[in-house]
């Protein structure tokens, strides 16, 4: 595929998430016409868009619609069914295609991935009922996770069983279809590297970055790899361009990874787009994911990285703003991203701040003075 978006062109960008604005803001930086298609009938980029389309995610008319409107799609949720990329494909170009999204929708399809690519994930069993969950817990241990094969949301319901008489209690659920069962592994660092794969196959990778997560889902990110052995981001750098070169994909997209006191690593799961965690980023390479994002899915040459210093990104909720609005005035060196969603609930992603640092202990340091980290984020 040659490259297809010039000046003038339409791109259509589908879902309607916090990262929707930064892909939305990098179209407009290359003078492209925006059309957004979104479920919601409320949502916020309508306001950033040339035209707005709302729909189900399985609307064909509207889909329809939407694709014929744009001369390329991007999708930025994953909530859209890899069949329903298949049936968008008819009317306009999705270089992201639909071979990653499939993999990551059925977490057994994504186990066996993982299997074939000799890439070490959490010990699993596929189970459809209590015989098999017995099983699954006698190779598996306690505690161990109970998920849907299929995945639906980000934040589909998990039964944790901590004990064999929670079975039982678990198998209400079999009613809802087929299960993957995983060992709860307790991991010492989790960590992601975010990659692009453009049109001719060749993968840039971001610097790995360290994710701590704590109270309501609030997230600590850095780039700092101090205390990160070589040996390890060698091989988190050797898995994601092994999964990039053994999928038919375009764009950028996430692997996950946890790595225990015992120094094994795992991985952990795949996004398949733009994220927030590359919102670090923007002050901390040459170029962000979501720029990187565009000129893949553009048939653009995707830009060597550079890091060019240390970033750490801390996330905040709706009840934080206020502190927050306060923090802005006292720390003018640092950078704030602010959610265009009124969040609805206390707990919330409302947005996130950037702080340059060349001392992460200090800079730590400060944001637990802030009320901000990890130690204090429970009291503000």
Not at 228 to 247: D, P, S
Not at 290 to 300: E, M, P, T
Request: glycine share 6%; aromatic share 10%.
């Amino acid at each position: 595929m040659t490259a297809v978006l010039k000046p003038g062109d339409t791109i259509g960008i589908l879902g309607d998430e916090f990262s929707s604005t930064q892909l939305i803001n990098c179209s407009r930086d290359a003078g492209l016409r925006i059309v957004t298609y979104s479920t919601k009938s409320n949502s916020q980029i309508r306001r950033q868009a040339d035209v707005a389309l709302v729909g189900g995610w399985d609307d064909r008319d509207q889909l329809r619609r939407f694709g014929e409107a744009c001369q390329v799609v991007t999708y930025v949720s994953d909530e859209l069914s890899a069949a329903m990329v298949d049936y968008l494909r008819q009317f306009t170009i999705v270089p992201q295609g639909n071979d990653l999204l499939s993999i990551v929708q059925d977490r057994g399809l994504q186990h066996a991935f993982f299997d074939q690519l000799n890439v070490n994930s959490v010990p699993y069993e596929t189970v459809v009922d209590e015989h098999d969950m017995q099983v699954a817990t006698a190779s598996l241990g306690f505690p161990a996770v109970l998920k849907p094969i299929v995945r639906m949301t980000r934040t589909d319901p998990f039964f944790i069983l901590h004990q064999s008489s929670d079975i039982q209690l678990a198998s209400q659920y079999f009613q809802a279809g087929s299960f993957v069962m995983e060992s709860v592994v307790p991991f010492q660092q989790s960590l992601a590297v975010i990659a692009t794969k453009d049109q001719q196959g060749e993968i840039q990778q971001f610097p790995p970055v360290v994710i701590k997560t704590f109270a309501q889902g609030q997230r600590t990110i850095y780039t700092v790899m101090d205390d990160v052995e070589a040996e390890l981001v060698a091989e988190m750098q050797r898995i994601t361009k092994e999964i990039g070169q053994h999928v038919d994909y375009v764009g950028t997209y996430e692997i996950n990874f946890g790595y225990t006191a015992t120094g094994t690593l795992y991985v952990c799961g795949v996004e398949t787009t733009v994220s927030n965690t590359g919102y670090l980023f923007d002050l901390a390479m040459n170029i962000n994911e979501y720029r990187q994002h565009l000129r893949a899915i553009s048939g653009l040459p995707i830009s060597p990285v550079k890091k060019y210093r240390d970033v750490i990104m801390q996330t905040f909720t709706r009840r934080q703003v206020p502190l927050v609005l306060e923090l802005r005035e006292q720390h003018p060196d640092w950078q704030f991203i602010f959610s265009y969603r009124q969040a609805a609930l206390s707990n919330s992603y409302s947005g996130c701040l950037l702080i340059q640092t060349a001392d992460l202990q200090q800079a730590m340091a400060e944001l637990e003075a802030s009320g901000l980290g990890p130690q204090t984020a429970g009291k503000n």
